[in-house]
């Protein structure tokens, strides 16, 4: 496995609004309409842990991602290029 580190960070944040986000909003245009426009945004929880090659290869893939994202093969190895 990789001797390399990574990290998952989970955010959850609050908004209030005065109607309802559609859904299928992209979270950039969530803060720009806290920021700008009419929404009222606050972060309730910050969490980040480590992982290892494996478990990132392992949450890439859950994200509909690819462990070649971070040059890995799906067991968490550095993914050979030449």
Do not use: C
């Not at 989970?10 to 950039?28: F, K, N, R």
């Not at 090659?53 to 890439?60: D, F, M, R, T, Y």
């Not at 070649?68 to 799906?74: A, G, N, R, Y």
């Amino acid at each position: 496995m990789t001797a390399r580190k990574f990290y998952q960070t989970i955010i959850a944040i609050e908004v209030l609004s005065e109607e309802p986000i559609p859904a299928g909003t992209d979270l950039p245009d969530i803060v720009q309409e806290s920021i700008d426009g009419e929404y009222s945004l606050r972060i309730l929880k910050y969490y980040e842990r480590p992982l290892n090659g494996k478990q990132v290869a392992k949450a890439l893939l859950k994200q509909a991602s690819a462990p070649s994202f971070f040059q890995l093969t799906e067991e968490g190895e550095e993914l050979e290029v030449f």
